[in-house]
């Protein structure tokens, strides 16, 4: 075949690509995007403060019967970040029977009270959270809700009852005290 006029077919062929170009590359859409980047998830914390961590509270030592009370403080605060219900209990509870047979366990005779002092003993603000025998505090004591950061003073009493009689002498008990927490709504 022989083409009369080549300047026409090669614009003809020209106009050709350049539409078969742009039809193919008009097929795009405006786009754009925005991001946030480092976004971090941390869990909260509830985590006990307790001043006497590992120690006693306070070993009440030669008691006698219908004496004054024995006392010891500890200070229980929520350092976590979330708020928690707080609870008191007892364990591992051992009594000692060095004479003449008790008619009951030593920890029987031990009168204990607990007080919830706030901020500070000795104030309006103090509510008694335990008062009964170190043997009968076999069950958690509630403590309430303490926010994150709040701190409760607990005065912790004991005192033989009067009632105890000479197969007691040289006898002893001794208890762990335990605070345990569970994150509230």
Same mark, same amino acid.
């Given at each position: 075949m022989h083409v009369k006029h080549p300047r026409r077919t090669i614009a003809a062929l020209a106009t050709g690509l #350049?539409?078969?170009? #742009?039809?193919?590359?008009?097929?795009?859409? *405006?786009?754009?995007?925005? %991001?946030?980047?480092? !976004? @971090?998830? &941390?869990?909260?914390? /509830? +985590?006990i403060d307790d001043s006497r961590d590992g120690a006693a509270i306070f070993s009440p030592s030669n008691m006698k019967p219908g004496a004054a009370a024995q006392t010891g403080?500890? =200070?229980?605060?929520n350092s976590g970040s979330l708020p928690g219900a707080f609870t008191l209990s007892r364990d591992r509870?051992? +009594? @000692?029977d060095t004479g003449t047979p008790n008619p009951a366990p030593f920890a029987a005779k031990v !009168? /204990? @009270? #607990?007080?919830?002092?706030? =901020? %500070?003993?000795? =104030? %309006?603000?103090?509510?008694v959270v335990y008062d009964g025998t170190l043997a009968a505090m076999? &069950?958690?004591?509630?403590?309430? &809700? *303490? %926010?994150?950061?709040?701190?409760?003073? *607990?005065?912790?009493?004991?005192? /033989?009852?009067?009632?105890?009689? !000479?197969?007691? #002498?040289? =006898? +002893?008990?001794?208890?762990? *005290?335990v605070w345990d927490a569970v994150q509230t709504q």
């Open positions: #350049v539409a078969i170009s #742009v039809a193919a590359g008009s097929g795009a859409d *405006f786009s754009s995007e925005a %991001a946030n980047p480092a !976004n @971090t998830f &941390t869990a909260g914390s /509830l +985590s403080i500890v =200070d229980i605060a509870l051992a +009594s @000692t !009168n /204990l @009270t #607990v007080t919830d002092c706030g =901020d %500070a003993c000795g =104030d %309006a603000g103090d509510h076999d &069950t958690d004591i509630a403590l309430g &809700t *303490f %926010a994150a950061g709040e701190k409760h003073r *607990f005065q912790f009493a004991a005192a /033989l009852d009067s009632s105890t009689g !000479n197969e007691y #002498v040289s =006898d +002893s008990a001794s208890a762990r *005290f």
